[in-house]
């Protein structure tokens, strides 16, 4: 799981007001390179809520991504930062490990990268 | 909900609870056995109450066995669309591109939704509820420069769907997660298309599917719902024939599908949810000849032995074809097409 696709998701447990973000436990990381794409980048960053993903970055042991969101014109100019940027959205992964509700605690696996969402029916 | 209620005393469910060992059922009883409780009508609705939260579980796993088991081998022949191809009515299909067909029922499907192609208003965010191994998520991604997140139940599809997307170079703007379409793990109002393809048959509970896919449509967005149904039923009917719900369910069994509904059910709960323009279409001549192009591959030495390592789901399903070209011949089964669009705030 990309930190780009944990920024999409939410908790779905009934009665939850505010089920974003949820939070990451971190059993493995893999970094996996994918090739860059700066218009992609440009594309899909004010659509990232910044303050989740670079907290997000963090915990995957990724350092780089600052705690305020940066100028548009960063990206349109720095290009150490789009390289950066692209390798915490799209290059590291929780291989294994777990998502949890930042209300209940409740938690969703993460399996050989792929979060499971699925709710047993007394969450629902 | 009715349809709950319906979903726990149908035949073709009980078939279903019976291939898995029941958990311990949570409502507790009398500590007495010869003791009732003060109604005998509490303690059924108890029971009830037990049996429709037991009914749902088993039939998500049994969906996610079915297509873990099955996945491989539909891929291997038909490619990675899982889904009907759309052809010309009354057409011989033998020489037919089945795949080609596979993507016309996409094309189609958006072409009916008005979905503009115009690069200013085509959709950006993009979910497909019930993706399989991803098919319709790479395609639609990679038509508009979307980005597009899958959801399906079975662990299997979505390893797959991410080792292709990746394969095929989309990995930033594809993604799959083990999901319930029935919960899906979105906020509100996120996606511009929300793209349901063959999946609809899977729900057992219609009004919740449908509230869910309005709920994470964006302001403006489409929905796009393709799916078998039963014909509508007449004005003075309450219930489909006996003969028609007995083929229903010999199908459903196989195919772990819950209660069908009609076509005019869907678009019933669209207008509940003040949807608008919402259109609905039945395609199903435009299907029919897939189904014999699908038991012809079955009949191939490649199709055969590959129905033999995959194992019983899949030989239970493969046995039950004849019963969907059945049910299109007889006008019990459609294939129909819905699509509306979320009010703009």
Known sequence: MRLLTHNMLSSNIKGVTNGFPLKIQVEKVVEKQVEINHDFLRNIFPKIDWKAFSDASRIMGYDEMPEEPPEPSVLELNVEFLGKFHHALLELHLEEGALLCPETGRKFPVNKGIPNMLLLEDKV | ?345
């Open chain 2, 1 to 345: 909900m009715a349809a709950a209620l319906q979903l726990q005393t149908h035949p073709c469910f009980h078939g279903t609870c019976q291939l898995s060992p029941p958990p311990r059922p949570s409502v507790s009883f009398p500590s007495s056995s010869r003791s009732f409780p003060s109604s005998r009508r509490s303690l059924s609705a108890h029971v009830k109450a037990a049996a429709s939260s037991l009914s749902t579980t088993t039939l998500q796993e049994g969906i996610a066995e079915f297509y873990d088991e099955s996945s491989g081998i539909w891929e291997d022949i038909w490619g990675d669309h899982m889904h009907h191809g759309y052809y010309e009515p009354g057409s011989d299909i033998s020489g037919s591109d089945h795949r080609a067909a596979q993507i016309r029922m996409v094309e189609e499907s958006l072409r009916f939704a008005g979905i503009s192609e115009d690069p200013a208003n085509r959709p950006k965010r993009i979910v497909d509820v019930g993706c399989g191994i991803g098919g319709s998520s790479r395609y639609l991604a990679r038509k508009y420069g979307a980005k597009c997140q899958g959801i399906t139940l079975s662990p299997v599809q979505a390893g797959r769907a991410n080792a292709l997307a990746n394969a095929q170079g989309l990995a930033e703007q594809v993604c799959f997660e083990v999901a319930d379409a029935l919960n899906q793990p979105f906020p509100d109002d996120q996606f511009d298309l929300v793209w349901s393809m063959e999946s609809g048959e899977h729900m057992p509970d219609k009004p919740k599917f449908v509230k869910e896919l309005v709920r994470v449509a964006a302001p403006g967005g489409t929905i796009i719902v393709v799916t078998w149904c039963h014909r509508d039923l007449g004005p003075s009917e309450e219930s489909l024939q006996p003969w028609e719900q007995k083929l229903l369910n010999r199908i459903c069994d196989a195919y772990y599908l819950p209660e069908w509904c009609s076509t005019s059910d869907y678009v019933k709960l669209f207008q509940s949810l003040s949807l608008q323009d919402i259109k609905a279409g039945d395609w199903t001549e435009n299907v029919a000849p897939f189904w014999p192009a699908v038991i012809r591959s079955a009949l191939t030495w490649k199709g055969f032995t590959s129905l033999l390592r995959s194992g019983l789901k899949t030989i239970k399903g493969a046995l039950v074809m004849p019963l969907m070209i059945e049910g299109f011949q007889k006008g019990v089964i459609k294939f129909a097409i819905i699509a509306c669009r979320k009010p703009a705030e």
